[in-house]
């Protein structure tokens, strides 16, 4: 009945419709009616990309190419001969830049494989039969390995290493003792490459991006990038003045996560750990930087120590890469001098403490000015059986910012997103996160808001500590945690400068590389009592805060958080 009478009211509105357009019609006469009926207009003609505003439906016409003669007009014809060049016009042959088609079946599966030079290099690669190939070389060393003070016994002076892998990041494929930086980036371009270099507190790596035929003649230049820099003072002081401008719009996400690890990794009798040093030169450092510096840093750390470097890459046949590697850093070998390197790297202890920075404000903010923090706790490095349960953890409680499209694996249904962004309309962003080194982590979460509601943001933050830590996490989130790490590694591996890079760091870190089957394996094997002793060990330690924002008075103390894990959060009252 209720179906009839809507079908019913919908054909009455359209005949009501249509009387009134009758209606609107101006009358003609009977005569003017005769004679457009013995005469009518010819039917008109649209093309398919005309829209008028019309009645009758549109006479679409196409056009055939047979239908053109190219006789009809030679002129026109004459005019559109092209030469084409003799590089590029498909012959019987295949050019030597293409290269063949091979059967499918005499292809090899693609894995890892690993060859150690004479001198200890390692080479890591794997063939993915790409037309592009990702080589670099990654080198084991960081921003943890510098000194404020650095006795340089090759110039019997003293000279401040503190900022530079930042420096030597920006110095990275600029001039060397045989190329100009302009003459670098003009055969990269020609090459139809791309290049970069990036480093972190135990590593750095150098990178380039290039079309296979092109592969040799770039690696030779990174080799030369590497070995034979020339860092002028020149260079160095331009890329000081970009240092300065980095420092003065730095994201207060980096920021905080500075003060997480110099918190968390505290001075110990008034000396400075090595986790606990920054990473990016800071501006006191900034001053004391020289090309010297650089020079210092790279005669301890790399020329003289072939075991630390690793030659990385996919898309190209690994004999090919270890005949690349063998020419380039095959001649390097460790002297006297180096062999006490191995006590380079100190262990750093875990401290806990608080770090708090308040930012003057923007004098012409894009947007309001939010306050951040960050509670943090120590977890077990890369060498650590909890390493992947806490990946696992950090993916169940997910999060991120307030505004997402959603959609597949973006986490929309993460504790985190459902618990504290659709919860609390004032949180503007909350975020689980880790960071691991070789003796020991953090995990912990992040969130932002408007300083009024910084102090709800962190007792939300904390709650969810004490809610891992007596309630096991369900079967369900379990579950759906485990996928998505499994779906992002494997969605990551996909590209062949994340495989380029997982292959180089992994065979530094472990001196192997773990294939995708046996870390899925690893993932699904995490179970709730792992998550729940994960944090408990956690939770036992002292926690890290930090905060970083225009006000922060409102942000508690570290103390006040401590507090508040060891004897619970009150129960809130409503009246």
């Known amino acids: 009945m209720i179906a009839a009478s809507r079908a019913a009211r919908a054909a009455r509105l359209f005949s009501s419709g249509r009387l009134v357009y009758a209606a609107r019609t101006p009358k003609r006469s009977f005569a003017a009616a005769q004679t457009q009926a013995s005469s009518p207009e010819p039917a008109k003609i649209f093309s398919e990309n005309e829209f008028p505003d019309r009645q009758e439906p549109p006479v679409i016409t196409r056009n055939n190419a047979a239908d053109f003669s190219s006789s009809a007009n030679p002129t026109h014809t004459k005019s559109k001969q092209y030469t084409i060049s003799p590089t590029r016009c498909i012959g019987p042959e295949r050019p030597a830049h293409i290269p063949p088609n091979v059967p499918l079946e005499s292809l090899e599966v693609p894995d890892t494989k690993i060859t150690t030079l004479p001198n200890g290099v390692r080479v890591g690669s794997m063939e993915n039969y790409s037309q592009v190939s990702s080589v670099g070389v990654l080198l084991d060393f960081g921003s943890r390995h510098e000194l404020d003070q650095y006795k340089d016994h090759s110039t019997n002076t003293t000279v401040s290493t503190a900022g530079v892998n930042h420096l030597m ?17 003009t055969i990269m371009e020609n090459l139809g490459g791309a290049s970069f270099a990036t480093s972190s507190r135990e590593q750095m790596m150098y990178c380039v991006d290039v079309l296979r035929p092109n592969v040799n003649e770039a690696f030779n230049l990174l080799g030369e990038v590497i070995k034979c820099p020339r860092i002028e003072p020149a260079e160095v002081e331009e890329m000081k003045q970009v240092i300065d401008f980095q420092l003065m719009d730095m994201m207060p996400e980096i920021l905080m996560g500075e003060g997480l690890q110099m918190a968390g990794y505290g001075p110990i009798n008034g000396e400075l750990q090595q986790l606990g040093r920054p990473h990016f030169c800071t501006a006191e450092s900034l001053l004391n930087l020289t090309a010297q510096s650089v020079h210092s840093f790279r005669e301890r750390h790399l020329l003289h120590k072939p075991e630390g470097i690793v030659v990385s890459g996919s898309g190209i ?10 020419a380039n850093f095959g001649h390097i070998s460790p002297t006297s001098t180096n062999n006490n390197n191995a006590s380079r790297t100190i262990p750093s202890i875990y401290t806990g403490g608080e770090y708090r920075l308040q930012r003057p404000p923007n004098p ?6 939010f306050t951040h923090v960050a509670i943090a706790f120590e977890v077990g490095g890369w060498h650590s059986p909890d390493l992947v349960p806490t990946c696992v953890l950090q993916t169940l409680l997910g999060g991120g910012s307030s505004f997402s499209a959603g959609g597949p694996g973006k986490g929309m249904y993460s504790r985190l997103y459902r618990e504290i962004l659709n919860m609390y309309r004032w949180a503007e962003s909350a975020e689980a996160f880790s960071s691991f080194h070789s003796e020991s982590g953090l995990w912990g979460i992040s969130g932002s808001c408007k300083p009024q509601k910084i102090r709800e943001m962190t007792r939300a933050m904390v709650e969810h500590f004490l809610k891992l830590k007596d309630v096991c996490v369900t079967d369900e989130e379990l579950d759906r945690a485990r996928n998505m790490l499994k779906c992002n590694v494997l969605t990551q591996l996909e590209s062949r400068l994340v495989l380029f890079e997982d292959i180089g760091r992994q065979i530094l870190t472990y001196g192997k590389r773990e294939d995708a089957l046996t870390m899925c394996a690893k993932i699904d094997a995490v179970t709730k009592e792992d998550i729940q002793k994960v944090v408990h060990r956690a939770i036992e330690k002292p926690p890290t805060l930090s905060t970083v924002g225009i006000d922060i008075k409102n942000v508690p103390k570290v103390e006040e958080v401590t507090q508040w894990l060891g004897q619970g959060l009150p129960k809130k009252s409503w009246f």
């Open 364 to 369: 012409n903010p894009a947007k309001d000015e």
């Open 169 to 185: 990041e920006l110095l990275a494929f600029q001039s060397t003792k045989i190329h100009s930086g302009e003459e670098i980036r």
């Open 317 to 326: 046949s690994h004999d090919a890469l270890v005949e690349l590697a063998a």
